[in-house]
């Protein structure tokens, strides 16, 4: 019944410690763009050695949009049989409209996700107004199994989740907290200090500003870099949570310039080679994402090789 | 043989007249938001009586990104039996993918779809730059059964078809032409005078700036507002073609605030209520899209009451 | 008296007829980057000889914000001595306070000027809303002692003024119309539309959409590409309004691109290059705007030449 | 002689330490708009009791782009006066042109300011590339009698300062750091790491972000909150550098929506009448500038409640 369901649910909410480090794996493809389970599961024996809380599937880095929701089921249960039990998967289920949506946020939750991280639907920017929005992700979670994290995606959505809207859906039992990729930083210390009473979890998106984010009260990060420097995102975690803040700083630094060729410079084709550089499997996109031409991989060469990583 | 299908695609291209107007048709649903193929239907009927040249199905007004793919199709095959044969079926079959606009574009030609219109993919929108647009569309052109139409509309998808990629699609035997929902009307200019070599067709994608498009050389327009105010956008067409300018003029003036209500100032949902008052079917929408507040019905009230069409 | 002032200014106001083509003429300068008055004779010698409707001195291709005070005042005067009485001069006073606005239209008047532009203020961008820009042009347009011409330029300013404010200053007797440069043709059309009962009068701000903005009801156009190819733009003019449409369409195609390029693609330095190039002094423009690269110099060309210009 | 100047100034870089909390003050005016140097007075006297490490006149809260050449210098000498000799004094000197930027660092210098603070150009944003910044900074740096601080504020200018230009930049010896009022946090990261040779000192453009940017090796803020909390945000400031983290974070939270108010959301009338609150003298700001609205008034007095300051 629903009421019982609603219990069950909080209960898990309540249980469910988000804090720490996740990378959102990256989907190898065959050279005929099908997936390659068999490369994924060797990426995730490999991030098995890395303290990591848990991996995000099918975040912006997975390609989600150019799965087929079989494939994303799929993919789900792949890297679920592989995961450790401690280890968290979150999935990402979030689709344009708000049916969809649920259903896809129970398939995954049936697939063995622990979360799922649920991006704000965009096609429709002009009309993704907080109460829209609100009304969206309430119906999300009081159908959705396993707790929900919401997903603020300005670069790739055009759209940032609005403060109030976080303000109320932080109230939501099913609704654990925030992964933010915007990156505005008095936001993020915002949203923390307008939900503290409760107990709503604030990810950051990315490596780029995760010490800061840590600074103003953030648990964890999302981070892509993760996929290829994950031990260095998960050194930077140890050393901002136990407030060795000099050497964290020296650290966060010398990420920035990595983290933005395989995020904002060059995107999913280049996290894809710099994996392929550190020993993982990465490989091409599918279309209509291009290879980076031989400038873009010199550029990301540049910008691990510049910081002392290459 | 490709070959075969090259040669038939070339000559299709060669016989299909773009001129003139579309409605992008609105997909009414049951209050269990299920598609109301009914009223769909009787929409259709009253629109067979107005000299559209066509009608487009699932443009963005369609809620097109809120269907499966199977309502996708199943709605094409429903207004193809419904529509007169010698009025063209344009289909959205744009999806992220380059794969899966593939597989989609050609169900809707097995579906009836005369051509198909295809979005720019945009959830990667930082790496959709010329090479990559270029590449996804002359894919889908080369595998499509039926002519392409290009669609640009940078409202909803953050990001405009770049010149130089139109130029060089311009080319492709299997696309011909552009709906541009812009309206950045240098730039609808210097396409037409860019790609005067190509016979290449644009037609505006918003009944605001219809007339200014006709004067800088569009052959038409898939305009929201024809769907309620369907023989005043043909009569303005008309006025163009025939050179009648100041009642052209006086026309779109008038047309301008009904137009921007349905659709950048209040969307879909203004749209549908605006078809009830004209007498068709509109309806509630797909969650997120939420209905009109009462001070947003009042507004659209306006809108239309303040030019004379309440 | 203030109210003689108020009447002379109606009278003056409903007199002065802005139909037209205006160039915002460029100041040339010395290799010392003074004010060359003595090239800015000749230009208005040449200029002379073009069927212009008059000057825009200090538009934002005259660098006027690299101008002092008195030097803007300066160029007015010597501007006023050449041209000849039945040709307008419209002056730039806009000053980011509403003091100095008023201060300098004053002068600005009592130079020579017959009209003056004022600029949108955008310093403090986030708090220019409809009411304080309705006080600042009322406050002006109330003490000036000429006729005020609006002036929107979001590509400097970073800010529309907004229809509803160009709505309530229209009904000032004291201001004439709107010089828009932001190209939103949708936005045009319903400036003219909503002002019609006050003789508002809508001047296109660049060459790149003049014959969609006579489309829809502007009245002239203060184009930077008249300072290069003025009786081209003058022609266009002149096609548009007796009804020439192909020939007009034929032409204003071939001057997007030289158009686009002497603005928004390669600025001021551009305009300057391509004045030497048709027989005027452009010259170097004043520090921090640098000289064009070689690049960009055959940037310039190219988009001359590939309309048949040069 | 320049050589003596260079190395004078060398010198004067070297030994000028920006650590520390700034007011950007606000310019208090006459009922009849003109500067109110009794109030000015009494501001300074109230905040010499703040141990803030000096005073910036002329940013962008001080309403600059109102002031006259005259008013901006006859305010700087006006707080010359009455500010205690080991508070520093850095004066805002930017203006478009690098002549008159020059020649009023100059007046700023011989007014009494220990450094100047000099914006980006930006009317013509579209040409304010990496090279033409470099050059305007250069030229002002070579000719400027003492240390300048680089501002960059795109809220207002619409402009970021790109970081290849900062980084050439921070060569310069008379060039001491950056005041970054964008808040890009992992822009503000990259920027302290990428000129970390040179002793270049960044100071936060605003409370909002204090703390995360002395995560990422700021040193500093110009905080227009600090003109009516001045003791809270050098308290904030005291936390940060002294490691007491969990305070620092609290009162960093508490921040946050009443530094939006009196910027971002309200702009500088919001922040002259908190100034009235804490008792301080605000007052009107010049026209265009608009009084608070009632309800705007009301937000800010929430903004300040809900965070336990008023």
Same sequence: chains 1, 2, 3, 4.
Wanted: proline content about 6%; aromatic content about 6%; some cysteine.
């Amino acid at each position: 019944s629903p009421a019982w369901k609603q219990t069950r649910n909080h209960a898990a909410a309540a249980r469910l410690d988000l804090r720490g480090i996740y990378p959102p794996i990256a989907t190898p493809f065959t050279p005929q763009e099908d997936v390659d389970f068999q490369k994924l599961e060797e990426n995730l024996q490999k991030y098995a050695k890395i303290p990591f809380r848990g991996l995000v599937v099918q975040g912006s880095n997975g390609e989600y949009p150019f799965l087929t929701e079989e494939e994303r089921v799929e993919v789900v249960k792949a890297v679920r049989r592989s995961l450790p039990a401690d280890k968290l998967l979150m999935a990402g289920s979030g689709c344009e409209s708000t049916k969809a949506t649920i259903q896809l946020t129970q398939k995954m939750a049936a697939a063995g996700a622990d979360a799922v991280l649920v991006v704000t639907p965009c096609f429709y920017k002009g009309k993704m107004n907080s109460p829209a929005l609100v009304q969206h992700f309430t119906k999300v979670a009081d159908n959705s199994p396993v707790p929900v994290v919401l997903y603020s995606v300005p670069a790739n959505t055009g759209l940032e989740l609005p403060l109030d809207a976080v303000m109320g859906l932080s109230e939501h039992p099913n609704i654990l907290g925030l992964k933010d990729s915007g990156g505005d930083i008095t936001q993020i210390g915002l949203i923390v200090h307008k939900t503290k009473t409760q107990d709503f979890q604030v990810l950051a998106g990315s490596a780029g500003f995760l010490m800061a984010a840590y600074s103003v009260g953030a648990v964890g990060g999302v981070c892509a870099l993760a996929n290829v420097l994950g031990r260095e995102v998960c050194e930077l975690e140890h050393l901002c949570v136990s407030g060795r803040l000099e050497e964290a700083r020296a650290l966060q630094q010398r990420l920035i310039e990595p983290n933005a060729a395989v995020t904002r410079k060059l995107g999913v084709p280049a996290l894809k080679q710099a994996m392929e550089w550190f020993g993982f499997h990465g490989g091409a996109c599918r279309s209509p994402l291009q290879p980076l031409t031989e400038a873009e991989t010199q550029q990301l060469r540049r910008d691990f090789c510049s910081n002392g990583w290459l």
